[in-house]
């Protein structure tokens, strides 16, 4: 968290909520120490049961405690340290309150967790003048009310991915004016398949990312995909348009650049993994879904649609619901409803009854499943959309994006400026975590949604509201 200087080391104080967002949280903190207060073994104890993710990271975080306590029951005065297993470069040791506190908190209840925690690092203040207290905490309500009474507080930070989402991937770069002045030398086409490749020399190459969409808007626009980049140079495919309403996918066409930049990668077989970020109304489900149908259903390259999504209620909880799996899943997949009409609707010739037997044979083919049953299981040949994945932590995309067998293409749909998961950040959402890690493989694809293409109530919604 802090690089090593050679002024003395700090004492953080953690917060419960650390430890259960980050159970790995106590062996992150480099050279300086930890303080444990009671009260935070308490909280962890509390949460500590169930099957939430909560109360999974409560009983790692208790497991990692039981590793570094040991038995080294003698000396918690002075620490144990931190320099255990895989964490040898640790120089840090971690203290746990061995004596009862008594600090007055100017206005503040005493016995409230929250409370006792900012008492435990008032008095810590008081012993070692010689350094520095910090309390880390998750809650900007006890951050707020640490400062109130002259304690620094810090959010914890090292599971964010990026410190400023506007520098995330975007998927696409746009080249310049001059782009084919400084490249166009030594430049070789030829075609394969009946695709168009360009082989590129030139300045603007070193930055190129595989499978990264390259615009040219000027005078004769040129639309293509990195291949391959090495060096000074790259190969450069001109992607499909799908705007045309003869190359349609189950009848919807790309309305903008970067809808067709999605349909690209959506309809490569040599994509396994695609993730698109957008705000409302940008078509990502409805592009995913109709990419998903061609391909199952006409290209018959994968066998099923499993959609699954994280159920983070936006109002009040309605509490349990009744039916299978697949019933209770129901409500969350309003959304694949609306899009399932307007794919559904694009088939004018057919008539009601050729909707209907159109719409039953889809149904069967698209499989909605819950979260909570994902783990242990593979999928095979299966096309795997999970929608609303901003709201998954690194962990959980890492255990569903694991669940991909031969085949399989997983699709992550999400917002994350729509974030409806306690404690998690735009900056840590599992959704940012994925766009970073996987830009550069080779069958990887990302793209950013700019453009809503709702309805023009909902854009501008978007934007004045």
Known sequence: MTKKSTSPTKLFVLDTNVLMHDPSSLFRFEEHDIYLPM????????????????????????????????????KLEEGCPLAI???????GRLFLQ?????????????SKADNQILGVVLDQQKKHTD?????VSKDINIRIKARAIGVAAEDYFNDKVLEDTDLLYTGMKELPANFWEKHSKEMESWQDAGRMFYRITGPLCKSFIINEFAHYEYEKPFHAIVREQKGNTAVLEVIKDYSQPKHNIWGITARNREQNFALNLLMDPEVDFITLLGQAGTGKTLLTLASALTQTLD??????????????PVGEDIGFLPGTEEEKMAPWMGALEDNLDVLNKSDDDAGEWGRAATQDLIRTRIKIKSL?????????????????AQNLT????????????????????????????PYLTEGSSGLTYVVDRFKGWGHNGHVTLLRGERSRLADYAAEAL
């Open 394 to 421: 690194p962990k959980q995309m890492k255990t569903l994006i694991t669940r991909a067998g031969p085949g399989t293409k997983v699709v992550c749909l999400g917002n994350i400026a729509q974030i409806d998961t």
């Open 131 to 135: 350094r520095q207290v910090i309390l």
């Open 98 to 110: 061995t004596t009862e506190v008594s600090v007055e908190l100017p206005g503040l209840a005493g």
């Open 299 to 312: 290209k018959k390259i994968y066998s099923e649609i499993i959609m699954t999504r994280v159920t983070v």
């Open 39 to 74: 009260v935070t073994l308490e909280e962890l104890d509390n949460n500590k049961k169930g099957m939430t993710e909560v109360a999974r990271n409560a009983r790692q975080a208790s497991r990692n405690l039981e590793e570094i306590v040991g038995t080294n029951l003698t």
């Open 372 to 388: 909570n049953f994902m783990r242990g299981r593979t999928f095979l040949h299966k096309f795997l959309i999970i929608d609303e």
């Open 85 to 91: 297993n895989g964490n040898k470069h640790l120089n």
